[in-house]
Each structure stands twice: as structure tokens, then as C-alpha cells.
């Protein structure tokens, strides 16, 4: 399994490559690589509805508890033949669609990370590698979001997507480490057997929230939806399988994948039901206003999300059941819908549902693909939706007390569904064709049989659901754990409340078809009230943002370094400062000082009448000399009080210092500005504050009791251990060998920065004078 | 500050000081100093010789950049952590040693190779800053 979640990655490595090759007329071939992995996971089928769980264990980091810890049971199954199938289809219909583009490979490339990185969310079974997957997709969705990069709208659109993605990302990373911490383990099959520790714990909440917030942000749930239309800038084959069958279904998974660990409380079940049924609301009220195909397609894939969220709080067997079918009936109508979008762009130029129509008679397959996606959008017999609609009546229905409140949701939601399946599917294609589009003629077969085979699919499924029942429902409804009873899937259930209901839904939603025509006037109107949609606070908030990050950064990073270093030094101050006198331990015990010798005494003054000349001399040599002065004397400090290795390399240094100093300050003019003394008083008081505070922490790192068992173990294995006898170097090549080495990169990185900045300069001084001479 | 003294002085230095150095280094198992103080006092040697000679004397007389031995040096230390590996199927730093002393120099072991990688960074890093920032001041 691992093989075939990085072929995904490995096709768009070797792209780099080979791009130019597979850019011409070999595009189709990379249609092959989603093949593979779709017959790949077909021939599972059997072996997960015997009941069997397929899995593999790779160790990764041990130590963190990050395995690779891969499981193929059944609503996995459902997900990975979704994007390998819908995957397969959409790579053959770009060829097509985006043929002799610039970028076509790019394109590629993007698409067959993203599809590796769906089917690493989806087989995963450690909290931690779900997580990273989750990423690569928000990652590579940013690409293909973003992948008409000349337009602005473009770019915001992806930046927007990425920015709610990768924000529900790290929710999930923290829900997914606290979760970790409760349950002890981060693999999740194994969090099914702690759900009572899990569910009792403090973090419960904490944990289903942050949870929450990352799959409503991935699924385009109230009040983060609002990336979801901004991202139909992408062209239509990156529409059709991000929103159809895998990234924002994704958070669907999440959700679905631990209800069995986390679900069935109170908490759990009542958010999604609210949040869901306003999803679902909000989003199928908006596609009324809506005349760009696109546009209503983005809010009826909203509107689905809803229902699937609300199913998913509904919690109960029949709720998951009908789930389990919506997922699959929404991606087969959703992706022929998208396609035939394409086509029509494509083709006509245009997806202003306002000037289409009359196009069956240029384009009768298409118009075929449509209809037959329409009617199993708007829920009609004999299609797979209607089996899917019947589904989420009966589940409502048998919700508890509030059902006739949830059934009039769904019931409300289903109708303008209905309406904006018609819209997109049929009236495209019927009425009288407009002179300008007479000359449209079909495309490629590559383009029009992708969406007719989902859409045949789509009716197929409905006549015979014994084709999926057993293959592919059933062990999925079994995987999140609701093991009694076998399903039945059903079209014609006989005369009852809810064929009531459908027909209901059926007829107000075809009389709204024929009374409301969409026009450009409600949208317009509709677009007033877009200053208090979360999109645009969202926007004003990242404006905000923006602003005072750099006024905040423009303060801080003001570019005179003496600002830097008095910035530093005052924070060091304050913060140790505050934590030093608050618990002060140290003592001054005069009785264990030693006498002070003549000599030290001589040292001490040489050096206070070096940093007294260096702060008042006039001269920035006689300064930086001065400053020599000091370094030496703390060396020969070092010397009495036995430490000739430090006093050596004080010594080097302090020479090469000076030398650097004086290389710097003998090319500045002689004339010296010196700051006035109010500056001066500051820079001193704060001098003083920071030599004060240094000196406390000296007296304080004395008074910790002396924890002498690492200095005894250095002196007495330095000479046993390493065949050395002086313990300094010892510890520097051998027993801390590792941080020496890290040193001595790090120096060698500082070098090579002042090289590449001095070298850098060097030649835009160049660059400059060149410029002068033309 | 081309002086006479400092010049005829500085030519007889630069040998002197080298040899110091690597004294220096070699030694530092035993007595104060190693690798570190070693490269520092190789550099004050190099850097004296360019003040009193003239930097383009002193890169002539390197032949080299100094910045190679940065790369040069970190691949001594590296490879000196890496060789219990190969070598004894230690753990990645383990201390290795030949079994006789050598005459003058002592013990050889990884430690030893590890200290010179040390030596050539800190005479690299040094180098290349100072020269740098004389040749752009």
C-alpha cells in the first residue's frame, strides 16, 4: 500500500524529468498511473467484504511513535476507488481540456501529488501521518488552485484556500497530539478499545473541537465555506476532483473516521447536526442567486458537505448508511456535473447559465451526460440519488424527538437541490439554440466519455444497488463500527411516508424550476450584503494583519543594529531580571573569598581604566585598543585562577577581534559623530543593568548545590575512556564531540554569510556603476 | 603599514607561528590547547603576514581560498565520526585508536582526526571573514 500512495509522489518526481516528453500527444499515457492504482484497489474488493482488514506496519519513528501504519477496511475502500476512479477519469479529460498548455506537465504534477497525498489520508491509520497528508493536500491544492497564476483573482483564491486549510491543519495536529496523549497510542485502531478513557477525560472536548475545526475547514463547512466558491478559479478539471470525490471530502473522512473512537456523545452529535444543517441551508439558498455554472456548483458541493456532516451527527446506523451512499452518489452526479461544466466552457466560452441553452443539439452526448446527473442530483427514480434521498428521509424520520424538525430541514435542502441540479444539468441544453453557439461542434472523445461513463453510472447504481450493496456499502457501514444487520438497498420500498416526502420534494422543486428564472439582478442585489459574510471579515482580518505585522516589523526591524542589540539586551534585563529577583538564592559568604594578591589587584585596575578610556576616548581606535585591553586582562584572570585553556583561546580571539575591528574602522572618515548624551546616559544605565544582572546570575549559578557527578565522570574517564589527559579538549573532540562539530557548521555557515553578503554588495556596487557609465 | 622590521620580521614568523600552532594542536590531548586554539593562532599568523606583506602576497602564498578549508575540515571531522563505523561497527563518534603511540605525537586515534577538521575550520572560517571584509573595506 505504501507503493501505491507514493506512486503518486514517484510520477510527479520523475516529471521533472520527463515533462517534456509527456506534454504533447503522450499526455494520456499519465492516465495510466491512476489506472493502475484503481484496478490496484479494485482487486481488494472481495477480500474487504469477506470482512477482512488489509493492513501494513512500517516503522518510521520509533521513538516519536510515528509508524507508517496503513489499513484498507471498508470506507477507506470507498475513498480510494473514488480518487483512483474520478482520478483516472479526470487525468484523461485533461489531456484533453488543458492539450498543448505551457504547463500541462506541471500540471500533472500537482495532480498526481495531490492523489497520492488523498490516498495517504485515507489509508493511513497513525493519527500523525494522516496529519502530514492532510498538508500535502492543502499544499498541493494551493498549486492547483493557483495554477492560472497570471490572474490575481487566481492567486488569492489559492492563497485564501491555503490559508483556512493550513489553519484547520494545525488544529488537527494539536487535536491529534492531545488525542495521542489521552489515549496512549497514536494508531487509531487502537484508540478504539480506550473510547471510554477518551471520552471520559477533561480533554474530550478540547480534542472533538480542535477536530471539528480541522475537518469544517477542509469540507467548507459554516462559517469556513467560503474558500470553496474562490477556488472554482481553478480550471474545471482540478474543480471537478477536488470537489467532487477528494479534498474537501476529506474532512468528510476525518469525521467519519473516528466516529467510531470519538462519536455518539452529546457534544459530538449536536454540533454537526447544527452545523451541518446550516451548511446545508445557507449553501442551497445561495445557489438561487448564483448564474455562473461554476458558482452554483460550488454551493450545491457545500450544501452536500452539509447534509454529509448532519448525517454524521445524526450518528445512528441508518444516518451512517445513508452517508456511506450520499458519498458515493454525490461524487458520481457532482463530477459529471463538473465535467460537463468544462465541456460547455470549453467549448462555448461562456458558463453564464443565463445565456445557455438550446446545446443538445450541438452537443448530444454531453446533454445526455447532463440529464442523466441532473436527475440523480434532484433525487428522481430510477437514478442512484433517489436511492441516496430515500435514504436521508428515513433516517431523519426515525430521529427521536426532533424529527419532523430535522426531516423539514432536509426536505428544504433537497428541493433547492433540485433546482440547481436542473440548472446546471438540464437548462443548458434545452430550449432554442442562440445563433452565436450554432457552430459549437463536440470535443475530443477524451472529454465527452469520462462524464457520460460517471453519469451511466450514476442511473446504473440506482437500478441495481446490489451491484455496490455487498461489494462496497456494506463493509464501509461495518468499518465505522455498526456491526448488527446487514443493509438493504432498495429503489422501490413501496408506498410509505417517505416516498410521500420524495414526491414532494420532486414536485416543489420542478415547479421552482419553471418559475424562477436567475438573472444578474439578484446577484447583484446579493452581493450588497457581502460585508458581513465571513469571507470578507476574514479578508478585513488578514488585512489587519498584515498592517500591523508591519508596523510591528518596521519598529522592530528598524535596520540600525544598535537598536537590535539594546532591543535584545533591554528584553534579557527584563525578563531574567524580574525571574533573578524573584527568587533570589545566592549569599555572599566573604569567609570562603581568598585574599586578593598584588597582582590581581594591578590586573582589576588596568582593566577598569580600560573601560573607562574606551568609553570616554574620542578616537574609535583608541576605543577598539582599549577594548583589547580588557580581553587580555580577563585572560590573565583566567590564568590565575587555573584555566589555560580558556585563557588561551581568550587570548587568539581577542587578538583577531581587535584585528577585525580595526580592519572595519580604519576606512571610516575620521570625522566621528558622536551620539549626544541623552543617548549616552541611556546606553550606560542600560550597561550597567546588564553587567549587574550577568554578575547575579555568576553569584547565583554558585550558590546551586554543586551537582559534581558529570564534571567527576569527565575527569575520571577522560584518560580510561579517551586516552587523554587534558578533560577540556577531551570533552570538546570526544565526549561532546557531536556539539563541537555542530560548532564549528555553524561557524563555517556564519563565514560563508559574510562572504556571500560582503561579495554580494561588492557586486551591486558594480552593477550601480555600470548603470552610471551607460 | 609597510615597516621594514614588521616585513623581514613577519617572514620568519609565519613558519614559527605555524609550527606553534600545530604544536598547539597536538598537544591539546594531553596539555592546554587543541584544535580550536591551534586554528586561531595559524589565522594571527596568516593575518600578520598580510598586514606586513600585503594581502595579494599572503592569497599567494596560500595558494588556495581559505574558505576550501572549510568544507576540507568539516569532512575530516565528519569522516573521523563516521570511521568506528566502518571500522568497528561502533556507534557514530566512538573513540578508536591505534594500539602503539607513534614517536613525538602520542596516541593516534579518531580524536586526533577530528581536532585537525577542527583546526582547518577555524583557520577556513577565520581567514575568509577577515580577508573578506579587508578586501571590501
Known amino acids: 500500500m505504501l507503493a501505491a500512495i507514493l506512486l503518486g509522489f514517484l510520477f510527479s518526481g520523475l516529471l521533472v524529468f520527463t515533462g517534456k516528453f509527456l506534454k504533447g500527444r503522450w499526455a494520456v499515457l499519465s492516465a495510466s498511473i491512476p489506472f493502475v492504482l484503481f484496478v490496484y484497489f479494485a482487486q481488494f474488493i472481495g477480500r474487504v467484504s469477506s470482512g477482512e482488514i488489509i493492513s501494513q506496519h512500517i516503522v518510521w519513528v520509533p521513538s516519536m511513535g510515528i509508524d507508517l501504519r496503513f489499513v484498507l477496511d471498508g470506507i477507506s475502500l470507498i475513498f480510494s476507488l473514488m480518487i483512483t476512479g474520478i482520478g483516472f477519469l479526470v487525468f484523461l479529460y485533461t489531456s484533453a481540456y488543458l492539450k498543448n498548455h505551457e504547463y500541462l506537465d506541471r500540471f500533472y504534477g500537482y495532480l498526481g501529488i495531490f492523489m497520492g497525498a488523498m490516498l ?72 478504539l478499545s480506550s473510547k471510554e478513557l477518551i471520552a471520559n477525560s477533561p480533554h474530550y472536548i478540547i480534542i472533538v473541537a480542535f477536530i471539528f475545526i480541522a475537518a469544517f475547514t477542509k469540507s467548507a463547512q459554516f462559517p469556513f465555506h467560503f474558500w470553496l466558491p474562490g477556488a472554482m478559479k481553478a480550471p474545471t478539471p482540478v474543480s471537478t476532483y477536488l470537489h467532487s470525490a477528494t479534498m474537501v471530502k476529506a474532512g468528510v473522512y476525518l469525521l467519519l473516521r473516528f466516529t467510531p473512537v470519538l462519536g455518539s456523545t452529546e457534544f459530538w452529535n449536536s454540533t454537526l447536526i447544527i452545523v451541518g444543517s446550516i451548511t446545508m441551508l445557507y449553501a442551497a439558498m445561495h445557489t438561487l442567486f448564483r448564474t455562473d455554472l461554476k458558482g452554483i456548483l460550488a454551493y450545491s458541493t457545500i450544501s452536500a458537505l452539509g447534509i454529509l456532516v448532519f448525517l454524521i451527527g445524526l450518528g445512528t446506523k441508518e444516518a451512517l448508511l445513508a452517508a456511506c451512499v450520499f458519498i458515493l452518489v454525490h461524487a458520481l452526479y457532482k463530477a459529471t456535473l463538473f465535467l460537463v461544466t468544462g465541456i460547455i466552457d470549453h467549448e462555448t466560452g461562456s458558463r453564464d447559465i443565463t445565456m445557455l441553452s438550446g446545446l443538445r443539439k450541438v452537443l448530444f452526448p454531453v446533454a445526455i451526460a447532463g440529464f442523466l446527473a441532473a436527475i440523480s442530483f434532484a433525487g428522481i427514480p430510477p437514478s442512484f440519488g433517489f436511492l441516496g434521498k430515500e435514504l436521508i428521509y428515513e433516517s431523519t424520520l426515525h430521529y ?177 531580571g524580574y525571574t533573578l529577583l524573584n527568587n533570589t538564592r545566592y549569599r555572599l559568604v566573604y569567609s570562603s573569598f581568598t585574599a586578593l594578591t598584588i597582582y590581581e589587584v594591578i590586573t582589576f585596575v588596568i582593566m577598569i581604566a580600560g573601560i573607562l578610556y574606551t568609553v570616554f576616548t574620542k578616537s574609535r581606535l583608541a576605543a577598539v585598543a582599549a577594548l583589547g585591553i580588557v580581553g587580555l586582562t580577563i585572560s590573565l584572570i583566567f590564568v590565575y585562577y587555573s584555566a589555560p585553556d580558556l585563557a588561551m583561546t581568550q587570548f587568539s580571539i581577542d587578538t583577531l577581534t581587535v584585528i577585525l575591528f580595526v580592519l572595519v574602522l580604519y576606512r571610516l572618515p575620521k570625522y566621528l559623530n558622536l551620539s549626544d548624551i541623552k543617548t549616552r546616559i541611556k546606553d550606560g544605565v542600560l550597561s550597567i543593568a546588564f553587567g549587574g544582572l550577568i554578575s547575579i546570575l555568576a553569584l547565583e549559578v554558585l550558590a546551586e548545590p554543586q551537582g559534581s557527578e558529570i564534571s567527576e565522570f569527565y575527569a575520571e574517564n577522560a584518560y580510561l575512556l579517551a586516552k587523554g589527559k587534558n578533560v577540556v579538549n577531551v570533552i570538546l573532540v570526544d565526549f561532546r564531540g557531536i556539539d563541537t562539530f555542530m560548532e564549528i557548521t555553524v561557524l563555517t555557515i556564519a563565514a560563508i554569510g559574510v562572504f556571500a553578503l560582503l561579495k554580494l554588495r561588492m557586486t551591486a556596487k558594480e552593477r550601480i556603476t555600470t548603470g552610471i557609465k551607460k | 603599514m609597510k615597516t621594514i622590521i614588521l616585513k623581514t620580521a613577519s617572514n620568519y614568523l609565519l613558519p614559527l607561528l605555524m609550527l606553534f600552532s600545530f604544536f598547539i594542536l597536538l598537544r591539546g590531548h594531553y596539555l592546554p590547547g587543541g584544535g580550536f586554539v591551534g586554528g586561531l593562532i595559524a589565522a594571527i599568523a596568516f593575518v600578520l603576514h598580510a598586514f ?86
Not at chain 1, 144 to 169: D, H, M, Q, Y
Request: aromatic residues 14%.
Open chain 1, 120 to 191: 495517504g489520508i485515507v489509508l493511513s491509520d497513525n493519527v500523525l501521518s494522516l496529519f502530514i497528508f492532510w498538508e500535502l493536500t492543502s499544499i498541493s491544492s494551493f498549486f492547483l488552485i493557483g495554477f492560472k497564476n497570471k490572474e490575481e483573482s487566481s492567486r488569492k483564491s489559492a492563497v485564501l484556500a491555503l490559508a483556512i486549510t493550513g489553519f484547520g491543519g494545525l488544529f488537527l495536529l494539536a487535536g491529534a497530539l492531545i488525542l495521542g496523549s489521552v489515549a496512549g497510542t497514536f494508531t487509531i485502531s487502537e484508540m
Open chain 2, 52 to 137: 606586513a606583506n600585503g594581502l595579494e602576497n599572503t592569497k599567494h602564498l596560500i595558494r588556495i581560498h581559505p574558505g576550501f578549508l572549510m568544507p576540507v575540515g568539516l569532512a575530516l571531522a565528519f569522516t573521523s565520526g563516521l570511521a568506528p563505523i566502518f571500522y568497528a561497527g561502533l556507534p557514530f563518534m566512538t573513540g578508536i585508536w591505534f594500539p602503539e603511540p607513534l614517536s613525538v605525537i602520542g596516541m593516534v586515534g579518531s580524536a586526533l582526526f577530528f581536532d585537525i577538521g577542527v583546526y582547518l575550520v577555524v583557520i577556513g572560517v577565520s581567514l575568509t571573514i577577515i580577508f573578506t571584509i579587508t578586501e571590501s573595506a
Open chain 1, 400 to 576: 427521536g424527538n426532533s424529527a419532523i424538525l430535522i426531516t423539514a430541514l432536509a426536505i428544504i435542502t433537497n428541493i433547492l437541490l433540485l433546482y440547481s441540479g436542473f440548472l446546471v444539468g438540464i437548462k443548458p441544453f434545452t430550449g432554442k439554440l442562440p445563433e452565436r453557439f450554432s457552430k459549437v461542434h463536440m470535443p475530443s472523445f477524451l472529454m465527452w466519455i469520462p462524464p457520460l461513463i460517471l453519469a451511466i453510472l450514476c442511473i446504473l447504481f440506482g437500478i441495481f444497488p446490489s451491484i455496490i450493496q455487498e461489494s462496497l456499502i456494506q463493509p464501509a457501514v461495518t468499518s465505522l463500527g455498526e456491526n448488527g444487520g446487514e443493509v438493504h438497498l432498495k429503489l422501490w420500498h413501496g408506498f410509505n411516508t417517505i416516498l410521500a416526502l420524495s414526491a414532494i420534494t420532486i414536485g416543489i422543486g420542478v415547479l421552482l424550476y419553471f418559475l424562477i428564472k436567475p438573472n444578474k439582478k439578484v446577484e447583484t442585489a446579493i452581493k450588497k450584503l457581502e460585508f458581513i459574510s465571513p469571507k470578507t471579515m476574514t479578508e478585513k482580518f488578514g488585512n489587519g494583519f498584515y498592517y500591523f505585522s508591519t508596523l510591528w516589523t518596521n519598529y522592530f526591524q528598524n535596520g540600525y543594529l544598535r537598536h537590535y542589540v539594546s532591543t535584545i539586551i533591554l528584553f534579557l534585563v527584563g525578563v531574567m
